[in-house]
């Protein structure tokens, strides 16, 4: 087994694929039977971790502690990006106003 991310997840899909086509609940214990990869890099993998989840849940209604964080990620992202967005017009706010008062 080689340990290249690309290779891994391919490994997890393809598990996750047979045990759905074959009406068997989705695990990370079955995963990594199945895979060989352990269930803590299967866990602490983010990539792995929600290819699994999404397999646990394939109707997407379940908001799992993965999904959670990604949202949370991208949140602060657009957080941070208007953040810089609103000190840059202040600044030009600020310099418009001294260049009034010139």
């Known amino acids: 087994m080689s340990d290249q991310p690309n290779d ?15 009406g068997k609940t989705v695990t990370f214990a079955k995963i990594a039977d199945h895979t060989g990869i352990s269930r803590a890099t299967l866990y602490r993998r983010r ?10 849940d394939p109707t997407g209604d379940t908001l799992t502690i993965t999904a959670l964080a990604t949202q949370l990620d991208q949140l602060r992202q657009t957080l941070a990006a208007l953040a ?19």
């Open 84 to 102: 810089a967005n609103v000190r840059r017009h202040e600044e030009d706010l600020r310099a418009l106003k001294r260049a009034r008062n010139k």
């Open 47 to 56: 990539e792995l971790r929600e290819l699994v989840e999404t397999h646990r």
């Open 8 to 22: 891994l997840l391919g490994q997890v899909h393809a598990a996750c694929k047979t045990l759905t086509q074959r």
